[in-house]
Nanobody, 113 residues
Framework: VQLVESGGGLVQAGGSLRLSCAASGGIFSINAMGWYRQAPGKQRELAATITSVGVTNYADSVKGRFTISRDSAKNTVYLQMNSLKPEDTAVYYC????????WGGGTQVTVSS
């Protein structure tokens, strides 16, 4: 399974970004897809996940600002990030659960104050 992420970048505080992650190769039954993030000097943490039936889960720090969605036909997951804060700065990793967890290579999100 290969995961290709896109949509990261530099944005001012209060701005928005939309991340995309497309899964390909060996896809037969994805259970869940999600986004995790890792800030410098910190452990990787959950941002948001979505199951195959659309149940979502968000970290408290992003609730009300981030929205996760998926297009099952395209094996793609999205993360709409609004009202971004400097503390959202991190490398964002896509993850797909199908028998095991697969990780993308990460995309940098930098929020300037």
């Amino acid at each position: 399974v290969q995961l290709v992420e896109s949509g990261g970048g530099l944005v001012q505080a209060g701005g928005s970004l939309r991340l995309s992650c497309a899964a390909s190769g060996g896809i037969f039954s994805i259970n869940a897809m999600g986004w995790y993030r890792q800030a410098p000097g910190k452990q990787r943490e959950l941002a948001a996940t979505i199951t195959s039936v659309g149940v979502t889960n968000y970290a408290d720090s992003v609730k009300g600002r981030f929205t996760i969605s998926r297009d099952s036909a395209k094996n793609t997951v999205y993360l709409q990030m609004n009202s971004l804060k400097p503390e959202d700065t991190a490398v964002y990793y896509c993850a797909v659960d199908q028998a095991r967890r697969y990780w993308g290579g990460g995309t940098q999100v930098t929020v300037s104050s």
